[in-house]
C-alpha cells in the first residue's frame, strides 16, 4: 500500500466497475507519465519543467475546447469529456510535479498537507467524479484517506527519498527532536528517532480515521475498493508502529499474509454495518 506511482490507485482492479475501467487506466497514465517527468530519467529541471508545461498547455487546449496534441492528451480529452470531469484535479497534479522538481525540503507539517493537497488528493477526487459521487462531505473524506495514503508513503520511503535528495518529514519537527539529516543519510533508527517517527505515523493515522467512514458510504465496488486501501493504509503504519519506526533496515511492505487479513477484515467491517442497520 504505497502512493508512489499511485500504487494506491485502483488501476484496472476486478473490484472497479467495468464500465469505469478504461477512464481510470487514462487517468492513470497521465498521472504516471506526468511523474515520471518530475522524478525519472537525467533530464535537467529545465526540460523536465517544459516538459510538465506542455501538459499543463495540452490541459488548456482541452479547457478552451480544441483538440490537444499528444495522444494520451487526446484519450484524456475523451475521458473528460465523458464523465464530465472537472479540470482542477489534473492542473493541481502538474502544479505537484512541477514542484518536485524544484523543492527536496518542507518547513512544516501544513507545508507538506498543501503538497499532499495537489499530488495526492486529485486522485481520490477523480474517483469521486467518475463513480458521480459530488457530495462535499464525500469530497472532504477522500481528502483525508489521500493525504494520510501520501504520508504513509512518505513514512515508508525515508530512505528512499533521502538517495533521491529528498526529505519529506518537516523540517521542525525534525528541530524538535534533535533528528539531523545526518542521522537519515546513516539509516540511524536510534535515539529519539522511534518518537519522531510515533508522531508521523500518529499524524497519517488520524487522517486516515477521519475518512474511513466514506469506505463504508460508497456502494457497490468503489466501496470495497476503498475499504481495503484503508485497511491497507492502517496495517502499514501498524508494521511501522511495530519496527519503532525503524523503515531504513526493511520497508514495511503488504504480504499475502497481511492481504488475507484485509479482506477478512473489510468483509466483517461491511457485515457488521449491515447487522447494526438491521438491529
Not at 510535479?97 to 524544484?102: I, L, P, S, Y
Not at 523543492?103 to 507539517?109: G, N, V
Not at 545526518?182 to 477521519?210: F, H, N, S, T, Y
Not at 491497507?232 to 520497508?251: M, N, P, S
Amino acid at each position: 500500500m504505497s502512493v508512489g506511482h499511485y500504487e494506491n490507485f485502483p488501476v484496472g482492479s476486478l473490484l472497479l466497475p467495468r464500465r469505469m475501467r478504461r477512464a481510470v487506466h487514462v487517468i492513470y497514465h497521465f498521472a504516471r507519465h506526468a511523474d515520471d517527468i518530475a522524478d525519472e530519467g537525467d533530464a535537467e529541471p529545465a526540460q523536465r519543467l517544459a516538459a510538465l508545461q506542455a501538459l499543463r498547455d495540452e490541459l488548456a487546449r482541452i479547457e478552451a475546447g480544441t483538440a490537444p496534441q499528444l495522444p494520451l492528451m487526446q484519450d484524456l480529452a475523451r475521458v473528460i469529456a465523458a464523465y464530465q470531469l472537472p479540470l482542477a484535479p489534473f492542473y493541481d497534479l502538474l502544479s505537484a510535479f512541477t514542484q518536485d522538481v524544484t523543492k527536496t525540503r518542507y518547513q512544516d507539517f501544513a507545508e507538506l498537507v498543501d503538497y499532499c493537497r495537489r499530488s495526492a488528493n486529485p486522485v481520490g477526487r477523480l474517483m469521486l467524479a467518475l463513480y458521480g459521487e459530488r457530495d462535499p462531505r464525500s469530497l472532504a473524506m477522500s481528502d483525508g484517506i489521500c493525504t494520510a495514503l501520501q504520508l504513509i508513503n512518505f513514512w515508508q520511503d525515508v530512505a528512499v527519498d533521502w538517495h533521491k535528495g529528498r526529505v519529506y518529514i518537516p523540517q521542525d519537527d525534525l528541530a524538535k527532536f534533535r533528528v539531523s539529516e545526518d542521522q537519515i543519510a546513516r539509516g540511524d533508527a536510534g535515539g529519539v528517532w522511534p518518537m519522531l517517527m510515533d508522531k508521523e505515523v500518529k499524524r497519517a493515522l488520524a487522517m486516515l480515521e477521519a475518512g474511513s467512514p466514506l469506505a463504508l458510504k460508497l456502494k457497490g465496488r468503489l466501496g470495497w475498493e476503498l475499504r481495503l486501501i484503508v485497511l491497507g493504509g492502517e496495517r502499514i503504519l501498524k508494521k511501522i508502529h511495530d519496527v519503532r519506526g525503524d523503515v531504513f533496515t526493511q520497508r514495511p511492505v503488504l504480504t499475502s499474509r497481511d492481504w488475507l487479513a484485509i479482506i477478512w477484515k473489510a468483509l466483517t467491517a461491511r457485515s457488521g454495518k449491515n447487522k447494526r442497520r438491521r438491529a
